[in-house]
């Protein structure tokens, strides 16, 4: 018996050291996580490339303006970037998007595009294209780009990651705003001197299909997620028209009511700009002469309007967070969607007024883009 007990104590202690051991080798590997370590916090950040109105320099100078849209929009830093004329000025910027796959900002001015790299904030090339550049579009995959010749004859459908040419598209509309369509089937081409919006079919680059004749020539437009309809801003009206893409037919005419056309500052048209929420409930649709974006409930057809907000200067262009939380008019006022409020206006580091019809959201897990919006207010409602 007495060998026994004698026992105890050594037994006792080689537990009690086993169970340190497997305890401590526990927590030196960190959380249990089920084998996949803990996602880092996406953050999202809006990119602002300025001049995006005409060439003002007073709107934002010459480069992107990024904000911490987590964090009131409070400005986060200064990218310079290229993109000059012939007389060493910066040029105006006409468009802006994002590929996942090549990780770059593209950045389209009168004379050329350039494409800057996300995480170094280089520029990686720039080239210029015959006819100009205007307002280009990405496709879902990030790596083609469709961009028009600055309102000339023809599109050229571009390789994201060399800027080569690999075919040119003419339509003999006034090449301008181009939506490449979420399914990456269809880019929707408008051409501000033809009452026709262009369909061009992505396996062929080749127009397979026209939608209209709309009331005057196309400005900015917007489409929804299904690629079923497509909402117009024409010249001479305040307000804006849908049309049916699979059919081609106009479907509808809406005109703001309560408010006069008035004369613009910028563009010539009395609404330039329009754009669905993500979830394609409303419609926002900017009013120039009056300084205002007015509201429609985009779950009636034709939808209907609701409400007004005033904002600081003449909107000119109009998206949306991915999320839908926020709308970004031209103007620098970031707008909730939900209470209708102004929240925050977009201010570089000595609190000047930044304003820009050139804007994309990117997303960051660590220092890896994740997930990028585009400059339009595209419909991103889903079936599930």
Same mark, same amino acid.
């Given at each position: 018996?007495?060998?026994?007990i004698?026992?105890?104590?050594?037994?006792?202690?080689?537990?009690?050291?086993i169970?340190?051991?497997?305890?401590?080798?526990i927590?030196s590997?960190?959380p249990?996580?089920g084998?996949?370590?803990?996602?880092?916090?996406v953050?999202?950040?809006?990119?602002?490339?300025?001049?995006?109105i005409?060439?003002y320099?007073g709107?934002g100078?010459?480069?992107i303006?990024v904000?911490?849209?987590?964090?009131?929009?409070?400005f986060?830093?200064?990218?310079?970037?290229?993109g000059?004329?012939k007389?060493?000025?910066?040029?105006?910027?006409?468009?802006?998007?994002?590929?996942?796959?090549?990780n770059?900002?593209?950045?389209t001015?009168?004379e050329?595009?350039?494409c800057?790299d996300?995480?170094?904030?280089?520029l990686v090339?720039?080239?210029?294209y015959?006819?100009?550049?205007?307002?280009l579009?990405?496709? *879902?995959? +990030?790596k083609?780009?469709?961009l028009?010749? &600055?309102?000339?004859?023809?599109? %050229? !459908?571009?390789?994201? /990651? $060399?800027?080569?040419?690999?075919k040119?598209?003419?339509?003999?509309?006034g090449?301008?705003?181009?939506i490449y369509g *979420?399914? +990456?089937?269809?880019?929707y081409l408008?051409? &501000?001197?033809s009452?026709?919006m %262009? !369909?061009?079919n992505? /396996? $062929?680059?080749?127009?397979?299909?026209?939608?209209?004749?709309?009331?005057a020539?196309?400005r900015?437009?917007?489409i929804n997620?299904?690629?079923?309809?497509v909402?117009?801003?024409?010249n001479?009206?305040?307000?804006?028209e849908?049309?049916d893409?699979?059919?081609?037919?106009?479907?509808?005419?809406v005109?703001?009511?309560g408010?006069?056309?008035?004369e613009?500052k910028r563009?010539?048209?009395?609404?330039?700009?329009?754009?669905?929420?993500?979830d394609?409930k409303?419609l926002?649709?900017?009013?120039?002469a009056?300084?205002?974006v007015h509201v429609?409930?985009?779950?009636?057809?034709?939808?209907r309007?609701?409400?007004?907000?005033?904002?600081r200067?003449?909107?000119?262009?109009?998206?949306?967070?991915?999320?839908?939380?926020y709308?970004?008019?031209?103007t620098?006022?970031?707008?909730?969607?939900?209470?209708?409020k102004?929240?925050a206006?977009l201010?570089?580091?000595?609190y000047?007024?930044?304003?820009?019809?050139?804007m994309?959201?990117?997303?960051?897990?660590?220092?890896?883009?994740?997930?990028?919006g585009?400059q339009?207010g595209i419909?991103?409602?889903?079936?599930?």
């Amino acid at each position: 018996m007495k060998s026994t007990i004698a026992k105890w104590p050594f037994v006792l202690m080689l537990s009690a050291f086993i169970s340190t051991t497997f305890i401590s080798s526990i927590a030196s590997a960190g959380p249990i996580t089920g084998g996949k370590e803990k996602p880092a916090a996406v953050k999202r950040y809006l990119y602002v490339a300025t001049p995006g109105i005409r060439n003002y320099l007073g709107y934002g100078g010459h480069g992107i303006q990024v904000f911490d849209m987590d964090n009131n929009h409070r400005f986060v830093k200064f990218i310079p970037t290229a993109g000059l004329g012939k007389d060493g000025k910066p040029s105006n910027v006409k468009g802006m998007a994002v590929s996942l796959a090549t990780n770059c900002i593209y950045i389209t001015t009168l004379e050329a595009m350039q494409c800057i790299d996300i995480t170094t904030e280089k520029l990686v090339w720039e080239k210029p294209y015959e006819g100009g550049a205007d307002r280009l579009s990405m496709s *879902p995959d +990030g790596k083609v780009i469709y961009l028009p010749s &600055l309102e000339k004859e023809f599109w %050229n !459908v571009v390789d994201a /990651k $060399t800027g080569n040419i690999i075919k040119k598209i003419v339509t003999n509309s006034g090449a301008h705003n181009t939506i490449y369509g *979420p399914s +990456g089937n269809h880019v929707y081409l408008g051409g &501000l001197k033809s009452t026709y919006m %262009n !369909v061009a079919n992505t /396996k $062929t680059h080749t127009v397979d299909k026209q939608v209209g004749p709309f009331a005057a020539d196309i400005r900015p437009f917007t489409i929804n997620a299904a690629e079923s309809l497509v909402y117009v801003n024409v010249n001479g009206l305040l307000g804006f028209e849908v049309g049916d893409l699979n059919t081609g037919k106009k479907l509808h005419r809406v005109v703001v009511e309560g408010f006069n056309m008035g004369e613009v500052k910028r563009h010539s048209c009395p609404a330039h700009g329009i754009g669905l929420t993500p979830d394609e409930k409303e419609l926002w649709l900017c009013d120039g002469a009056n300084n205002r974006v007015h509201v429609f409930d985009n779950t009636v057809m034709p939808p209907r309007q609701v409400t007004t907000i005033q904002v600081r200067d003449m909107p000119g262009w109009i998206t949306f967070s991915l999320d839908g939380k926020y709308a970004y008019p031209s103007t620098g006022d970031v707008i909730d969607v939900k209470t209708r409020k102004i929240v925050a206006t977009l201010e570089d580091q000595n609190y000047n007024s930044i304003q820009s019809e050139k804007m994309v959201e990117i997303q960051f897990s660590g220092n890896k883009a994740v997930r990028a919006g585009d400059q339009f207010g595209i419909g991103r409602k889903t079936n599930r």
